[in-house]
C-alpha cells in the first residue's frame, strides 16, 4: 500500500509540474489584446471627428498596437478595428 501511495504522489507531483509549465509557456505567448466588457459605441463620424489623444487611449485600453501615421490614419484603423461592416 505504502508503493501506491508515493506512485500516486509522484504522478500528482508530475501532473502539478506539467500544468506549471504548460502555464508559463502560454504567459510567453500572451498578447497584449484585452478582451472588452464591451465595444465602443462610437459611430464612423464619432471616429472621423475624435481627437488623435482620445484615439491613443482607446487603443490603448483595448491592448490594440500602437498606430503610427497622422489622426486620419488612426481613425481608420479605429473604424476598421470597431465597426462592423453593414450587410
Same mark, same amino acid.
Given at each position: 500500500m505504502?508503493?501506491?501511495k508515493s506512485v500516486r504522489q509522484r504522478n500528482d507531483s508530475n501532473a502539478h509540474d506539467e500544468t506549471? !509549465?504548460?502555464s508559463m509557456a502560454r504567459k510567453d505567448q !500572451?498578447?497584449?489584446?484585452h478582451m472588452p466588457l464591451h465595444y465602443p459605441r462610437y459611430t464612423r463620424l464619432d471616429y472621423e471627428a475624435m481627437a488623435e489623444w482620445k484615439l491613443d487611449c482607446?487603443?490603448?485600453e483595448y491592448g490594440l498596437p500602437a498606430v503610427a501615421g497622422d489622426v486620419n490614419?488612426?481613425? !481608420?484603423f479605429a473604424i476598421g478595428a470597431f465597426l462592423w461592416p453593414i450587410k
Amino acid at each position: 500500500m505504502q508503493a501506491k501511495k508515493s506512485v500516486r504522489q509522484r504522478n500528482d507531483s508530475n501532473a502539478h509540474d506539467e500544468t506549471k !509549465e504548460s502555464s508559463m509557456a502560454r504567459k510567453d505567448q !500572451e498578447s497584449s489584446f484585452h478582451m472588452p466588457l464591451h465595444y465602443p459605441r462610437y459611430t464612423r463620424l464619432d471616429y472621423e471627428a475624435m481627437a488623435e489623444w482620445k484615439l491613443d487611449c482607446l487603443f490603448q485600453e483595448y491592448g490594440l498596437p500602437a498606430v503610427a501615421g497622422d489622426v486620419n490614419c488612426k481613425s !481608420e484603423f479605429a473604424i476598421g478595428a470597431f465597426l462592423w461592416p453593414i450587410k
